[in-house]
T-cell receptor, first 112, second 115 residues
Framework: GNSVTQMEGPVTLSEEAFLTINCTYT??????LFWYVQYPGEGLQLLLK?????DKGSNKGFEATYRKETTSFHLEKGSVQVSDSAVYFC???????????FGGGTRVLVKP | GAVVSQHPSWVICKSGTSVKIECRSL??????MFWYRQFPKQSLMLMAT?????????EQGVEKDKFLINHASLTLSTLTVTSAHPEDSSFYIC???????????FGNGTRLTVT
């Protein structure tokens, strides 16, 4: 079956530091890949997505590239802010209308 | 963009009572909604897939008689936690797709505390 593995947190950074959260996946076929962000006490918000190999999703300074050869979708941001403190979830969808499979989540704490 | 509204955002109930959580798609129709449960500092666990006009599909290990799901219209799904117990205390999140396309849109969740 499908699975998503992402690095465990918490990840603690200083403001303006570079952030990378690793995500790898196992899936049959050609899944769509997503990063969701969850702020304290809230639901999940879509951060970015990629639907095919070599696609790059980007939003709010975050980027992730769909790498089929390494089955990865690592999230990066060049300069984090305190407001980026949240839990980040990598996820995949096997097909349109199919349920999402989530990674375990990575808590990020950015200190001023 | 597509908005999913979940209500209530938090609820405290006594053990043995039932609690209903609503999930609405505000500006789109959703034939399928998903209900997740999240324990503190953990990932989301899919509980069930709610299908408009038919029975929900429950994941293995989820008690369908305890977690009643009703998807009576294209914009509303409800999750009722029946005879709640303290171990049911958790964060429940619903999600839906617009016209069956990615991505999933999530509600803001409901924090249930059973005393």
């Amino acid at each position: 079956g499908n699975s998503v593995t992402q690095m465990e947190g918490p990840v603690t950074l200083s403001e303006e530091a570079f952030l990378t959260i690793n995500c790898t996946y196992t899936a049959t076929g050609y899944p769509s890949l997503f990063w969701y962000v969850q702020y304290p006490g809230e639901g999940l918000q879509l951060l970015l997505k990629a639907t095919k190999a070599d696609d790059k999703g980007s939003n709010k300074g975050f980027e992730a590239t769909y790498r089929k050869e390494t089955t990865s979708f690592h999230l990066e941001k060049g300069s984090v802010q305190v407001s980026d403190s949240a839990v980040y979830f990598c996820a995949l969808s096997g097909a349109a209308g199919n349920k999402l499979t989530f990674g375990g989540g990575t808590r990020v704490l950015v200190k001023p | 963009g597509a908005v999913v509204s979940q209500h209530p955002s938090w609820v405290i109930c006594k053990s043995g009572t039932s609690v209903k959580i609503e999930c609405r798609s505000l500006d789109f129709q959703a034939t399928t909604m998903f209900w997740y449960r999240q324990f503190p500092k953990q990932s989301l666990m899919l509980m069930a897939t709610s299908n408009e006009g038919s029975k929900a599909t429950y994941e293995q290990g989820v008690e369908k008689d305890k977690f009643l799901i009703n998807h009576a219209s294209l914009t509303l799904s409800t999750l009722t936690v029946t005879s709640a117990h303290p171990e049911d205390s958790s964060f429940y999140i619903c999600s839906a797709r617009d016209m069956g396309e990615d991505p999933l849109h999530f509600g803001n969740g409901t924090r249930l505390t059973v005393t």
